[in-house]
């Protein structure tokens, strides 16, 4: 199974807004509202941040919403802070019942 | 408050096992609303699904990695384990276990992570 296509990096001047997109297929994001998002910081475990497209885990910031359109989900961080600098990861349950991840974005705050 | 904690040796060598073992407090494998879950990062690259298990003993696999890998389960000890056979530099990585929220038996989402451990495969 191929990962999950995300953009390499993405990058935004603080209160601003960046949003990070996830393609699949039919065969898993296009075919599931069972797609989550994970922030992971340098040498951190990864954290939940949207989970089944745009649902948010307790405590997470509102300023993180999900999306989806289609085969390609969406991750959008509002007003960009210094402390959103990090790795960002989809992942899709897929028609095979296995799970895919993308292949990282990292978020650079300017 | 869930913990994961990840354990085993740190060092293994080319075509050996490898073998982890992730330890849950605060939590019951014995969840029916969860599964149980072992995925990797290789320095400087991204998250890979290695697989996961089911309190009953019923595993789903990564297709890449299906004919060397078998993830188990221990209700009694509340742990999980990962072992991965002839092992080479290519799986040298950060090991995670986490636990994963499920709804009618699909994965929602790896809702609580380890710290992770490293292992390095060299001779």
């Known amino acids: 199974q191929s990962a999950l296509t995300q953009p390499a990096s993405v990058s935004g001047s603080p209160g601003q807004s960046i949003t990070i997109s996830c393609t699949g297929t039919?065969?898993?994001?296009?075919?599931?509202?069972?797609v989550s998002w994970y922030q992971q910081h340098p040498g951190k475990a990864p954290r939940l941040m949207i989970y089944e497209v745009s649902n948010r885990p307790s405590g997470v910031s509102s300023r993180f919403s999900g999306s989806k359109s289609g085969s390609t989900a969406s991750l959008t961080i509002s007003g960009l802070q210094a402390e959103d600098e990090a790795d960002y990861y989809c992942?899709?349950?897929?028609?095979?019942?296995?799970?895919?991840f993308g292949g990282g974005t990292k978020v650079t705050v300017l | 408050q869930v913990q994961l904690q990840e354990s085993g040796p740190g060092l293994v060598k080319p075509s050996e096992t490898l073998s982890l073992t992730c330890t849950v407090s605060?939590?019951?494998?014995?969840?029916?609303?969860?599964?149980w879950s072992w995925i990797r990062q290789p320095p400087g690259k991204g998250l890979e699904w290695i697989g996961s298990?089911?309190?009953?003993?019923?595993?789903s696999y990564n297709p890449s990695l299906k004919s060397r890998v078998t993830i188990s389960i221990d209700t009694s000890k509340n742990q999980f384990s990962l072992k991965l056979n002839s092992v080479t530099a290519a799986d040298t990585a950060v090991y995670y276990c986490s636990r994963v929220g499920i709804i009618s038996m699909i994965v929602r989402a790896f809702d609580i992570w380890g710290h992770g451990t490293m292992v390095t495969v060299s001779a």
């Open positions: 298990i089911y309190y009953s003993g019923s595993t």
């Open positions: 992942t899709s349950y897929t028609v095979s019942t296995t799970v895919i």
């Open positions: 039919s065969g898993d994001v296009g075919g599931y509202n069972f």
């Open positions: 605060g939590a019951s494998v014995n969840s029916g609303s969860h599964y």
